[in-house]
Every structure is written in C-alpha cells, then in structure tokens.
C-alpha cells in the first residue's frame, strides 16, 4: 500500500476540528484516510462533517468505518422508532439540529447512503482499524457488532491480537487529551466534542495532528 496511513478518531459533528485537521495533514491521493466512526451526534454539525467526509473520498482513499451511533442514527431512518428517544438523549438532538428537521425523516438520503456503504473493521499489513473493541484469539469477520461498535475499553482491554497487527480504535473517549497507547492498541479517541481534541495518527511513522471543536490546532 502506498502513501501514509492515517486514521482520524471520533468526530462527532466537529466539522471545524476535521478541517483543520485535513488542512495540517494535507492528504494526497495515495494516501489511506481511515474514519474510526461516530460522525453522528452531540458535536454541532453532523450534517456538515458527512458532506465533507464524502468530499474527501473523491479526493483521497477514504475507508469509512461505522460507529455505534452512527449505526443507531441509520437504525432510526430505517424504521427503528423504537431507539428514537435514546438516540436523541444521547446526542441525537444535536444530529437533527445540524439538518434543521425535527424529524429522521430530513436527514439527507445521501448521508444515509454513506453510512450504510462503512464498514466494520479494516486490515492492512501492520495494522488493523474497529470503532469499538476486538477480542485478541479472534479473527475481525467473526467478531460481533456489540464488540465491534459498543463495547467499551472500560469493560475489557484485549491483549495483543493473534495476527500480531496493532490495533487502532475509538469509541472510549481519553478525557486526558491524550493517545492511550498499549503498545498492541491505540485508543484515539481525544473526546473532541467535550473539552478534548480530535486527533489524526499515521499509524507508521507515529507523527499525531489534535485541533480542538474550535478548529484550533494543538501545537
């Protein structure tokens, strides 16, 4: 695989904190850009960070993958009312206000369109990519989604995986601000929409980007 590597943890509707992100890494078309998910909800512009994301797959390899809220706002536009009033406790308020509806049904068909097209996992040869967790004896494509997209470091830390690639999550926000790096695993989730930042690594060369939902790169 040629160019960089770089993997972006959880945005959660920090449009500002992705630009300035994609301005100081400056992405060129041989590079892999890999989306942890959790692009839906809490932060003040989803519907803005979808777009952009779709704009940067026409300009670079984009490898989007799914987050749990990412799943639970597309479960909701599929018919699943049921989940409505957890979804808008958790974040889901925010989502419908970045579209200006009160209602799933304005969400945009093509921004659903994107989040059914994420995946659930990605490997390359040093390295693999889940929102959630893993299991260390366990191949990715057995894996279950409530590992793969719930499933909190807080309940279970793996050890290191059986393929001996290092693996790269989110979805268990570092309120320090800060990587947690085990060595094996890369927590990068800076919790952007709270008082954190949205980090970027190149998974290879361990060079690290933070810009805060202000848009404010960390120096």
């Known amino acids: ?10 945005i959660h509707g920090c449009l ?3 630009e300035t992100l994609l301005s100081a890494i400056v992405p060129r078309s041989d590079d892999t850009i890999v989306a942890l998910g959790d692009y839906a ?28 809220h990412d799943e639970t ?18 974040g889901g308020n925010a989502t419908l206000a970045s579209y200006a509806t009160h209602s799933p049904a304005g969400i945009w068909p093509t921004h659903l369109e994107f989040l059914a097209r994420c995946l659930l996992a990605f490997e390359t040869e040093r ?8 299991r260390a ?41 800060k990587i947690l790096d085990l060595g094996h695993l890369k927590c990068i989730d800076t919790w952007c929409y709270g008082d954190g930042w ?12 933070q810009a805060d939902k202000q848009g404010v790169l960390r120096q």
């Open 1 to 10: 695989m040629s160019g960089r590597i770089i993997a972006i943890g959880d």
């Open 16 to 18: 500002a904190a992705l």
């Open 41 to 68: 909800d809490r932060g003040p512009n989803v519907s803005g960070v979808l777009e952009r994301l779709i704009a940067l797959d026409k300009q670079t390899r984009l490898v989007p993958l799914l987050g749990n």
């Open 73 to 90: 706002m597309l479960s909701i536009c599929r018919g699943r009312l049921d989940l409505l009033g957890d979804w808008l406790m958790f």
């Open 127 to 134: 390295h693999f990519f889940v929102h959630a967790n893993y």
């Open 137 to 177: 004896d366990t191949p990715l494509d057995r894996l279950s989604r409530e590992v793969l997209l719930w499933e909190s470091l807080k309940r279970h830390v793996p050890g290191p995986h059986f393929s001996r690639k290092t693996a790269i999550v989110g979805h268990t926000a570092q309120k320090s601000g």
């Open 198 to 209: 949205l980090t970027a690594l190149d998974v290879e060369s361990g060079r690290c980007w």
